[in-house]
Each structure stands twice: as structure tokens, then as C-alpha cells.
């Protein structure tokens, strides 16, 4: 060691502290890595990532080999400098403390921390490359890993410990809403409302969107043949219930294009449109609109009538409907509002029977949504009463006023938009 120059040995040092920090921005990148990014790349076909990817399925013998690298040569570094230190200062404690602390900041700086730091900041462009000099380091150095695993995985049984793999790792629902909410940089904002809407269909019922029993649109076979003809000429949907006498008394659905072609001819009539109705589809109150759409799929319905335990008539969903509540609102008939129309002063006026959902994600509102499930119920749960028209109040921190009530409905409701806060 005495014949070796003191260029040389700080040379020596500045190549150890370079490995060194190369194996600490490897750990950093390969650990940082985003797995699912990482999965692409290598069904894709490239080959840096296919090799990454099985160094992680080995994660104890892929830290061993880094971990055995860092190691020794930080090992190798403190000895050096301690080396150096002696030959330009001596031996005295001084001196030696002077080294142990110099050695300490060079290993810290160049060794871990700015690695590191780089690492989790790019972990895909290092960790790949890098995977090409681990994956040889490891065959090379695998009886070395190899051994000091044994004492690893003794002390983990020891301890009664056993490390979950990789591929038990899984996302539940809300850590993939989050994902979504966090990757709102990389995913336009209409993906990113289907995807959310997607993750809430499992926390909605069919009550919650269905249209309400007092809003269906139906025909009665004891009317008329005149009023028949007329309702199915002038319908906006395809598709409608057929009823004797009382709602609850469902006869069937009828598709309005299977009778589209006797409209003009006036053959159209109670017993005709009775042979051609279909079984009507029954959907239990409260089931979630994930399930529903399932159960649209596999028995082929388009529409469903919700009834409650009794089997009384609560509304009516449509396959549209759940669609709506995913992608948004499609419908381009007259009917489109909704009930919602936007008044000149910026305040709304609201059918009574509109839904609380509708009415917050139309208007951006933060109504309750754990009682009942339309503007009216919310409002007679609100009063205990039938208020009169004129009256106004708060609910939410939303100043209402109610415009028009009829018998035990609450009609028309007048909601004004929030105020803004007064600027100094």
C-alpha cells in the first residue's frame, strides 16, 4: 500500500463511492417502480423491462446482491480513507476523527443521499438500465446471496414473520379511486369522470336514479283506442308500460316499434297492444346499480319496474339510466331537462319529483343523499309538513323556496345559487 501514489488512492476512492452510489440509486429506482407501467413495457415486448421485472420477482435475493455490493464497498471507502488519513495527517485521534467524519460525509452525499434522491425521482429510466448490470452481478454473486438469505429467512421464521409476494399484492376499490384521482395529469377529464362514476356503482341503487312511480309514463288498456293512438304516436321512449286500470296492475311492456307501423292505419286498439306486450322485468328495491347492470345483461332486459317487498310499484329503470350515470346525459328529446330550468336571475326551478343525485351532479349541489331520494321527500322530511308556496329555508347551506304545491306533493321548487363570499 506504501507504494501506491496518494492520486491514485483518492482515484481509487472516487471509483468506490461511485459503485456505491450506483448500488443505492439501483435500490432506490427498482423499489420506486411503477409495477403496472413496468407490466406494459414488458408485454410490449421490451427487454430491459422483462429483465427488471424478474429481478423483482427475486426481491431477498435482488436486495441481497445490492445490498452485499453497497456494503462492501462503503467497507472498502472508510478503509481507504482511513488509509489516506494516516499518510497525510498521521495517526494521531485527531487525525483518525477528522477521516471517520470525512469518509462519513462522502458516503452520505455521494454515496446514498443524492443517489437516492435521483432514484425516486426518475425511477423508470434507472431502474431498467440498471437491470443490466445487476442481473450478471447476481449470477456472479448468487452462492454469496444465496448464503446470507439462509440467515435471513431463519430469523424471519424466528420472528414468525412471512413477507407477502408481489403477485398477492392487489388494489382494492378505493386505493383505485384514488389512483385514478392522483393520475388526474395523465387521464382527459371525461375518462377520469367515467372511471369514478364506474368505482360508485356499487354504492348506488336502483332507488336512487330510478324514475319515481308518479313520473312514469304508461298506457292504461281501459282507455280509450283514441288516447292509446295517441300516446304511442306522440312517446319519446322506445319502450313503455302497459297497465289496467291501477299502475300497480302491470300488464307488460310494449315496444313501441313492434306497433309503430298500425299507428296510421287506426288499428291500434286495448286487445291488439295486448299481444304484443312482453313480460314485464321486476327489480327489488335496493339492489346496487352494478349488480343491475349485470342482471340487464344476462336476462337481456332493457327496462325494469322496482318494486318494494310488498311488491308495490316504487319506479321505473332503464338500462339508459345506469349508462347516464356512468358516461353522463345522452337523451336529445324535449324531455332532456330533466325538470331543471334555469331561470334569468340564475336561480332554478325544480320538479318537486327530481332526484337528489340529478340535482347535485347537474347543479353542483351537496344535498343529502342518506334519507330520502327526490326533492320533495327531502323537503317534507325537512318540515314534518306540507309547506305553503312562498315559503323559504336552508338545507345544506342552499337557500330554497317553494313555489307551487299540489295535495301532498311539493310541486316547483325555486333553488338559488350559493353566494359568493365578499371580497375586501
Not at 346525459?329 to 332526484?355: M, R
Not at 307551487?404 to 353566494?419: N, S
Amino acid at each position: 500500500m506504501d507504494d501506491i501514489s496518494t492520486s491514485l488512492l483518492l482515484a481509487t476512492l472516487l471509483l468506490l463511492l461511485i459503485g456505491s452510489g450506483f448500488f443505492s440509486i439501483a435500490e432506490i429506482s427498482m423499489m420506486a417502480l411503477n409495477r403496472y407501467r413496468l407490466k406494459h413495457l414488458a408485454k410490449r415486448g421490451h427487454r430491459g423491462a422483462k429483465l427488471t421485472m424478474q429481478l423483482l420477482e427475486k426481491t431477498d435475493k435482488l436486495l441481497g446482491v445490492i445490498l452485499l455490493g453497497n456494503n462492501l464497498l462503503n467497507a472498502a471507502a472508510a478503509a481507504l480513507v482511513t488509509v489516506i488519513t494516516v499518510r497525510l495527517m498521521g495517526e494521531s485521534e485527531f487525525a483518525l476523527t477528522i477521516g471517520t467524519l470525512s469518509v462519513t460525509f462522502l458516503i452520505l452525499v455521494f454515496s446514498e443521499i443524492t443517489p437516492k434522491v435521483l432514484a425516486a425521482a426518475y425511477p423508470e429510466r434507472i431502474a431498467i438500465p440498471s437491470s443490466y448490470i445487476l442481473a450478471p452481478l447476481l449470477k456472479l454473486f448468487y452462492p454469496v446471496v444465496w448464503f446470507v438469505n439462509l440467515f435471513v429467512r431463519a430469523l424471519l421464521w424466528l420472528l414468525r414473520l412471512k413477507p407477502p409476494s408481489a403477485a398477492a399484492a392487489h388494489l382494492n376499490m378505493e386505493e383505485l379511486r384514488t389512483l385514478v384521482l392522483e393520475a388526474s395529469h395523465y387521464i382527459p377529464p371525461k375518462h377520469q369522470s367515467i372511471f369514478l362514476n364506474l368505482f360508485e356503482l356499487e354504492n348506488v341503487t336502483v332507488d336512487d336514479i330510478m324514475i319515481p312511480r308518479s313520473q312514469i309514463e304508461a298506457i292504461d288498456l281501459d282507455a280509450p283506442a283514441e288516447t292509446i293512438r295517441e300516446q304511442l304516436a306522440t312517446s319519446h321512449h322506445t319502450r313503455l308500460p302497459v297497465y289496467r286500470g291501477r299502475l300497480d296492475n302491470i300488464v307488460g311492456i310494449v315496444h313501441i316499434r313492434n306497433v309503430l307501423h298500425q299507428v296510421r292505419s287506426s288499428e291500434i286498439d286495448a286487445e291488439m297492444l295486448q299481444e304484443v306486450v312482453r313480460e314485464p322485468y321486476f327489480i327489488p328495491a335496493g339492489t346496487s346499480l352494478f349488480s343491475q347492470l349485470q342482471h340487464f345483461q344476462e336476462n337481456r332486459q332493457h327496462i325494469g319496474l322496482v318494486v318494494d317487498e310488498y311488491g308495490e310499484l316504487l319506479g321505473l329503470l332503464s338500462l339508459a339510466d345506469i349508462l347516464e350515470e356512468i358516461v353522463g346525459e345522452f337523451t336529445s328529446h324535449p324531455a332532456a331537462h330533466g325538470g331543471i330550468y334555469q331561470q334569468d336571475d340564475g336561480s332554478w326551478l325544480v320538479d318537486g319529483g327530481c332526484t337528489l343525485r340529478d340535482l347535485n351532479r347537474k347543479l353542483k349541489l351537496e344535498l343529502p343523499l342518506d334519507g330520502p331520494k327526490t326533492l320533495n321527500g327531502l323537503i317534507l322530511e325537512h318540515f314534518g309538513d306540507i309547506p305553503e308556496a312562498g315559503t323559504s329555508f336552508k338545507i345544506a347551506g342552499h337557500t330554497l323556496e317553494i313555489v307551487q304545491t299540489h295535495g301532498r306533493l311539493v310541486k316547483v321548487v325555486r333553488i338559488f345559487p350559493p353566494l359568493e363570499p365578499a371580497t375586501e
